[in-house]
Nanobody, 120 residues
Framework: QVQLVESGGGLVQAGGSLRLSCAAS????????MGWYRQAPGKQRELVAT???????NYADSVKGRFTISRDNAKRTEYLQMNSLKPEDTAVYYC??????????????WGQGTQVTVSS
């Protein structure tokens, strides 16, 4: 079984910063693309950012220049540094990973979600 555990959410004022972490554990052979998604109340889940194993990144236009995704392959952990936060960034943030298990199954795994609230 593979799990993703997120941490780092919370309440912050507009203009502030937060750093989210997501650690993978379990029967993992390798992790390919990792990503962060978010879902605001009444809206669909949307992509925030992704990072390939080699480090290539992709961002939603709404967060470019403010958010930075990174990963530590040795620790099987990804991060999302969020700066210049806006009230419209308020959402539940989910991490995601494409995992190859030790018995060579390909899985898409999601974290449990962490709340980020930005006050104006």
């Amino acid at each position: 079984q593979v799990q993703l555990v997120e941490s780092g959410g919370g309440l912050v004022q507009a203009g502030g910063s937060l750093r989210l972490s997501c650690a993978a554990s379990g029967s993992i052979f390798s992790i390919n693309t990792m990503g962060w998604y978010r879902q605001a109340p009444g809206k669909q889940r949307e992509l925030v950012a992704t990072i390939a194993r080699a480090g290539t990144t992709n961002y939603a236009d709404s967060v470019k220049g403010r958010f930075t995704i990174s990963r530590d392959n040795a620790k099987r952990t990804e991060y999302l540094q969020m700066n210049s936060l806006k009230p419209e960034d308020t959402a539940v943030y989910y991490c995601n990973a494409a995992v190859l298990t030790r018995d060579l199954r390909s899985l898409e795994v999601w974290g449990q979600g962490t709340q980020v609230t930005v006050s104006s």
